[in-house]
Nanobody
Framework: VQLVESGGGLVQAGGSLRLSCAASPSTRDFSGMGWYRQAPGKERDFVASINVGGTTAYTDVVKGRFTISRDNAKNTVFLQMNRLKPEDTAVYYC?????????WGQGTQVTVSS
Protein backbone atom coordinates (compact mmCIF):
# COMPACT_ATOMS: atom_id res chain seq x y z
CA VAL A 1 0.00 0.00 0.00
CA GLN A 2 1.30 3.40 -0.96
CA LEU A 3 -0.32 6.77 -0.33
CA VAL A 4 1.15 9.95 -1.77
CA GLU A 5 -0.27 13.33 -0.78
CA SER A 6 0.05 16.55 -2.73
CA GLY A 7 -1.53 19.97 -2.94
CA GLY A 8 -0.35 21.56 0.27
CA GLY A 9 1.16 25.03 0.41
CA LEU A 10 0.89 28.55 1.74
CA VAL A 11 -2.39 30.42 1.40
CA GLN A 12 -3.94 33.51 2.94
CA ALA A 13 -6.85 33.26 5.32
CA GLY A 14 -10.08 32.89 3.37
CA GLY A 15 -8.36 31.11 0.52
CA SER A 16 -8.67 27.57 -0.78
CA LEU A 17 -6.50 24.53 -1.36
CA ARG A 18 -7.22 21.06 -2.69
CA LEU A 19 -5.27 18.15 -1.32
CA SER A 20 -4.90 14.92 -3.27
CA CYS A 21 -4.00 11.45 -2.06
CA ALA A 22 -2.99 9.00 -4.75
CA ALA A 23 -3.38 5.41 -3.60
CA SER A 24 -1.93 2.18 -4.84
CA PRO A 25 -3.21 -0.36 -5.35
CA SER A 26 -6.72 0.74 -6.22
CA THR A 27 -8.84 2.82 -3.84
CA ARG A 28 -11.45 0.11 -4.25
CA ASP A 29 -9.25 -2.05 -2.03
CA PHE A 30 -9.80 0.26 0.92
CA SER A 31 -12.93 0.21 3.04
CA GLY A 32 -12.34 3.76 4.16
CA MET A 33 -10.01 6.64 3.43
CA GLY A 34 -9.60 10.08 4.84
CA TRP A 35 -7.47 12.78 6.35
CA TYR A 36 -5.96 13.65 9.69
CA ARG A 37 -3.91 16.71 10.55
CA GLN A 38 -1.25 17.54 13.09
CA ALA A 39 -0.37 21.06 14.17
CA PRO A 40 2.99 21.80 15.85
CA GLY A 41 3.02 20.55 19.42
CA LYS A 42 -0.40 18.92 19.10
CA GLU A 43 -1.79 15.46 18.55
CA ARG A 44 -2.86 14.15 15.17
CA ASP A 45 -6.58 14.85 14.83
CA PHE A 46 -9.28 13.48 12.55
CA VAL A 47 -10.43 15.80 9.76
CA ALA A 48 -12.61 13.89 7.31
CA SER A 49 -13.34 10.41 5.97
CA ILE A 50 -15.15 8.69 3.14
CA ASN A 51 -16.10 5.03 2.96
CA VAL A 52 -16.41 2.71 0.01
CA GLY A 53 -20.09 3.60 -0.30
CA GLY A 54 -19.34 7.31 -0.43
CA THR A 55 -20.57 8.18 3.05
CA THR A 56 -18.59 11.08 4.48
CA ALA A 57 -17.80 12.34 7.96
CA TYR A 58 -16.14 15.53 9.19
CA THR A 59 -14.85 16.98 12.39
CA ASP A 60 -17.09 19.83 13.51
CA VAL A 61 -14.54 22.60 12.97
CA VAL A 62 -14.32 21.96 9.22
CA LYS A 63 -17.97 21.20 8.44
CA GLY A 64 -19.27 23.50 5.74
CA ARG A 65 -15.73 24.46 4.65
CA PHE A 66 -14.04 21.17 3.69
CA THR A 67 -15.30 18.52 1.28
CA ILE A 68 -13.86 15.04 0.89
CA SER A 69 -14.38 13.03 -2.27
CA ARG A 70 -12.88 10.02 -4.02
CA ASP A 71 -12.34 9.19 -7.67
CA ASN A 72 -11.93 5.44 -7.92
CA ALA A 73 -11.05 5.65 -11.61
CA LYS A 74 -8.00 7.74 -10.64
CA ASN A 75 -7.33 5.93 -7.35
CA THR A 76 -7.36 9.29 -5.63
CA VAL A 77 -9.02 10.90 -2.64
CA PHE A 78 -9.39 14.67 -2.50
CA LEU A 79 -9.89 17.19 0.28
CA GLN A 80 -11.23 20.50 -0.96
CA MET A 81 -10.56 23.13 1.70
CA ASN A 82 -12.35 26.48 1.43
CA ARG A 83 -12.47 29.53 3.69
CA LEU A 84 -9.22 28.46 5.29
CA LYS A 85 -8.29 29.84 8.70
CA PRO A 86 -4.89 30.21 10.39
CA GLU A 87 -5.93 27.47 12.82
CA ASP A 88 -6.12 25.06 9.87
CA THR A 89 -2.32 25.24 9.64
CA ALA A 90 -0.95 21.72 10.05
CA VAL A 91 0.60 18.76 8.31
CA TYR A 92 -2.23 16.85 6.64
CA TYR A 93 -1.97 13.07 6.44
CA CYS A 94 -3.96 10.77 4.19
CA UNK A 95 -4.89 7.35 5.55
CA UNK A 96 -6.50 4.21 4.18
CA UNK A 97 -8.10 1.28 5.97
CA UNK A 98 -7.87 -2.19 4.48
CA UNK A 99 -8.05 -5.77 5.69
CA UNK A 100 -4.37 -5.55 6.61
CA UNK A 101 -4.72 -2.45 8.75
CA UNK A 102 -4.28 1.31 8.39
CA UNK A 103 -1.73 2.87 6.08
CA TRP A 104 -0.52 6.48 6.14
CA GLY A 105 0.93 8.90 3.66
CA GLN A 106 4.00 11.03 4.32
CA GLY A 107 2.00 14.21 4.93
CA THR A 108 1.70 17.55 3.20
CA GLN A 109 2.12 20.93 4.88
CA VAL A 110 -0.71 23.45 4.82
CA THR A 111 0.05 26.93 6.11
CA VAL A 112 -2.62 29.60 6.36
CA SER A 113 -1.42 33.14 6.98
CA SER A 114 -3.57 35.75 8.68
Amino acid sequence: VQLVESGGGLVQAGGSLRLSCAASPSTRDFSGMGWYRQAPGKERDFVASINVGGTTAYTDVVKGRFTISRDNAKNTVFLQMNRLKPEDTAVYYCYANSYSGTSWGQGTQVTVSS
